[in-house]
């Protein structure tokens, strides 16, 4: 993964760099925890008379199925970030095929901030970058989202403030 700074050409500022909200992993972690509790249950209650291969075979299968359920969300979360810098909004997401979206600031026309109940729970929220060409860009599980809306809206209002005492002076 690439860090957020290789990503700033020469005059834009770093805001804000993180990953989705790690509540992503709540679930997986909960059904990580049940299958090595079966899994413990299950050897405590193996005969021994049956010997070695059966425990080594439950293990591996506990391990098997530990890839999807746990490492898999994981690594999905550990490749996603959402970078907001002073000049755009840097999505970049995937564990072998990397995708993103660079969207200027100047494009963005409205951000929106959806937080359902869990989300209000867990301090996070969807932002919907609405741009001028009306195609706008979800950002889910954004950490702190409705700071991460204040800060780009700041920015956006700062821009057009910038812009408007730059116009001119009667």
Request: hydrophobic residues 45%.
């Amino acid at each position: 993964m690439a860090s957020s700074k290789t990503l700033l050409s020469r005059d834009e500022v770093l805001v804000r760099h993180m990953h989705t909200h790690p509540k992503v992993l709540l679930w997986p972690g909960l059904l990580e925890v049940v299958i090595l509790a079966g899994a413990v249950v299950l050897t405590v209650w193996m005969p021994v008379s049956w010997g070695s291969v059966p425990y080594i075979i439950l293990w591996a299968v506990t391990l098997i199925a530990s890839v999807p359920v746990l490492f898999l969300p994981w690594l999905r979360w550990m490749t996603t970030t959402y970078t907001v810098t002073s000049m755009r909004v840097v999505t970049r997401s995937g564990i072998l095929r990397r995708t993103g979206h660079d969207l200027p600031m100047s494009r963005i026309s409205d951000v929106q901030l959806d937080r359902d109940v869990v989300d209000r729970l867990f301090g996070c929220g969807t932002l919907t970058l609405q741009t001028s060409a009306n195609d706008p860009l979800p950002l889910y599980d954004v950490p702190n989202a409705e700071m991460v809306q204040v800060e780009i809206a700041d920015h956006l209002f700062r821009d057009g403030r910038d812009a408007a005492d730059a116009g001119p002076r009667g």
